[in-house]
């Protein structure tokens, strides 16, 4: 047990004794350290944690869905014009845009699949407008026609 005692006190005493600058300076680090650990996870939460959406987006994407299903035969021909105009794939996405399910209207961690305009939609809000005029979201600004 003394041994113990030794090997544990006998290298701190050294350590006082012989490099009091250099304690200082690990010292040093070590607060800066705690430091960092203590502001860590407010960095966290703003970079990697998104806020949760306003009432006006939750009514916006409510709007859209119900929009969505709505659409006429002519109004689903609009969209789809659309996005051959804009060179994106049948879900308004990038041509070469692979999905983990096959298709991106599927969740899987959820289990809640959404019609593909719907899909369309809440990704280009701006269609609501152009497809139906008449119809504003709060943030929409009408797309423009591929035809011009």
């Given at each position: 047990?003394?041994?113990?005692?030794?090997?544990?006190?006998?290298?701190l005493v050294l350590s006082a004794?012989?490099?009091?600058?250099?304690?200082?300076?690990?010292?040093?680090?070590?607060?800066?350290?705690?430091?960092?650990?203590?502001?860590?996870?407010?960095?966290?939460?703003?970079?990697?944690?998104?806020?949760?959406?306003?009432?006006?987006?939750?009514?916006?994407?409510?709007?859209?869905?119900?929009?969505?299903?709505?659409?006429?035969?002519?109004?689903?021909?609009?969209?789809?014009?659309?996005?051959?105009?804009?060179?994106?794939?049948?879900?308004?996405?990038?041509?070469?845009?692979?999905?983990?399910?096959?298709?991106?209207?599927?969740?899987?961690?959820?289990?809640?699949?959404?019609?593909?305009?719907?899909?369309?939609?809440?990704?280009?809000?701006?269609?609501?407008?152009?497809?139906?005029?008449?119809?504003?979201?709060?943030?929409?600004?009408?797309?423009?026609?591929?035809?011009?």
């Amino acid at each position: 047990m003394s041994r113990l005692v030794w090997l544990i006190i006998f290298p701190l005493v050294l350590s006082a004794c012989s490099v009091r600058g250099g304690l200082a300076k690990i010292d040093g680090k070590l607060g800066q350290g705690f430091a960092w650990l203590s502001e860590w996870p407010g960095q966290y939460r703003q970079r990697y944690m998104s806020a949760p959406p306003s009432p006006l987006d939750l009514l916006s994407t409510t709007t859209l869905a119900a929009l969505a299903k709505e659409l006429t035969a002519e109004e689903k021909e609009r969209i789809e014009k659309w996005l051959v105009g804009q060179g994106l794939n049948r879900y308004g996405d990038a041509v070469k845009t692979l999905y983990a399910g096959g298709n991106p209207l599927f969740d899987e961690s959820t289990g809640e699949t959404k019609e593909r305009f719907e899909y369309i939609l809440f990704n280009h809000p701006e269609l609501a407008s152009f497809v139906r005029p008449s119809f504003q979201t709060a943030t929409s600004e009408p797309a423009a026609d591929p035809a011009n």
